[in-house]
């Protein structure tokens, strides 16, 4: 079953007097469980669909279907509620609020989902072990490393059990050695039946995923599924 | 769009705790911004106590007048700009208590008074600045008040001018402060009474003049031994509070026949009564509370706008953090509610601080009137600040609630 289906969708911008297209009759399906890259130079128009299929934004014209569910039309709050409940975000640089612990941070999405306290601290403390930082779970973003934060980020992303994670340039501010962790933490993720949308601008960052959907001008250049994936040792045994 | 109460509580206290911890993170800008408010409390509690402490103090003061009591003499108790029209008036004299003795059928009591302030002596020891009253025998009953030792004069003491005195506890306090007054003798002037009683402690007029520094003798002593030539002043006790104004009217119309005021002729003594004092006080009132409602007002408007400033400057500071709360699924309300509670905590604080200054501060206002402050205007404060802070924040708290998540994202 599809968890997203956009049909001939659009995004038109006006800039002054100008009208820029920044998407223009896209049309995607992905599927329950699959890991998918979206590729694209910057100023591809990967950002706005990035944008558009986190519900941070709607398209101009056509249809966006999340889980059967139409979200093209639904209002400010709705759409709220559908990221919160179905999508998990992380982001290039991390985004956590910088006053509030690790622990605050992830529990965060499931005070606007209006789980209770208890229930909030178990899951936040389960989803921070899984990320393997169930000892850091009192440290405020400024004192963990970049690595550590985007592993925050995720634990964050992971724990409302979204239908999707939505990854914006994970690795985009992290050294290559970190950078392979989050990757590696990902591809997990995807084992244990995440579906995953990674958007980056890097080739080999891309073909950690099944599927690599290239965007140019603001249109699908090509979709082709990742035929020889080298599937890391380290990660096929978590 | 339903939203559960729960959530509502868990986003509360959610709010609750950024917002403390943004004041904490800004202590310096967050004092400095509630200072408009803290003076604007200072000035509600201040003026709220003070007011309080006038009335309570005017209330305590004015039933000494009695509400049932008419005072006739030459001036008016309020003159206003007429001042030499009331001086050149002829004095009350005592002829004319004769005449409303006489003809008077709508009164319980009265008595005519005279005074004069001057030094009272027993043995060696002197008191200076009593005044001395003459009067009759009703003079306790018009006045309404008690004997604490003794007895007053009776009729036949009044009318025959008998040396006897009453006196008040400040003079008993002063010339007798080891034995018993009674069946003293003490010197007014050059004269000699003996004390056969001593009146219950009253306190002072408005915080002006002590009512218990006072002796009262029979008027026909005071007459022969001061001199019979000089203005009274008449304390007429109504018969009943609700005939009050007839009792006025009956008083008028003897009056005006022993003064021989022609008909067209208006008044020339005043009938005064306590509500005279009232309708005085209540003008004062409105005007200590009008400047104080002003003030209040005013620096109240100077620290929303202040709290209004620092709002927009958080709400920008703060842009990429809304952007991240709204990614993982703040809704508008959230945000607004958000900030709302942040300036409402923020006008709060400085309300706090102007309840702890106004403590002491009304502190200092009792030593002149008799109050505290009272629970309901630091109740009233408390809630002021918060109304304050909620609309102060309402702008700068939508502008947030509307931020656009992808903008907001986007903002360095």
Known sequence: ?238 | MGMKIADFVYELKEGLAISFQAIRANKMRSILTTLGIVIGIVSVTLMGTAIEGLNRGFNDNISKLGADVLYVGKWPWFTGADWWKYRNRKDVKYQQYEAVQRHATLIKSLTPICWTQGVVKYKNTSSEGVLTLGANDQYLETSGINMDLGRFFNQAEADGGRPVCVIGSEVADNLFPNETPLGKTIRIGTSTFRVIGVVEKQGSFLGLESLDNRIVIPIESFFRRFGANRGIQINVKAVDIKNLDDTKEELRGILRKARHVSPKAEDDFAINQQEMFIQTFNAIGVVVAGIGLFITALSLFVGAIGIMNIMFVSVTERTKEIGIRKAIGARRGTILLQFLIESASLSLIGGIIGIIISYPLSLLINQVLPTSMPISVVAVAILISIIVGVVSGFLPANRASKLDPVEALRYE
């Open chain 1, 1 to 238: 079953m599809n968890v997203i289906n956009i049909k001939n969708i659009s995004k038109t911008y006006v800039m002054g007097t100008e009208a820029v297209h920044a998407l223009h009759d896209v049309t995607i399906q992905i599927d329950r469980g699959e890991y998918v890259a979206i590729m694209g130079p910057s100023g591809s128009g990967k950002s706005t669909l990035m944008n558009i299929l986190g519900c941070l934004d709607t398209p101009s014209t056509g249809l966006y279907e999340f889980n059967g569910v139409n979200v093209s039309e639904m209002n400010d709050n709705e759409l709220a509620k559908i990221r919160n409940k179905e999508i998990g975000f992380v982001f290039q640089t991390f985004n956590l609020i910088p006053r509030s612990d690790a622990l605050h941070n992830v529990e965060l999405p499931l005070i606007y989902g209006g789980i209770n306290a208890n229930e909030r601290k178990r899951l936040a403390a389960e989803s921070l072990q899984h990320v393997n930082l169930g000892d850091r779970m009192h440290h405020r973003p400024n004192e963990l490393s970049g690595g550590q934060r985007q592993r925050v980020a995720i634990a964050r992303a992971l724990v409302t059990k979204p239908s999707i994670i939505l990854a914006d340039e994970p690795t985009g501010n992290l050294d290559t050695k970190t950078g392979d962790e989050i990757m590696l933490l990902l591809e997990e993720l995807h084992h244990n039946g995440n579906t995953i949308i990674l958007v980056t601008h890097e080739e080999y960052i891309a073909e950690h995923a099944n599927r690599i959907i290239r965007i140019r001008d603001g249109a699908v250049e090509r979709d082709e599924i990742v035929e020889k994936r080298v599937i890391p040792a380290a990660a096929a045994t978590v």
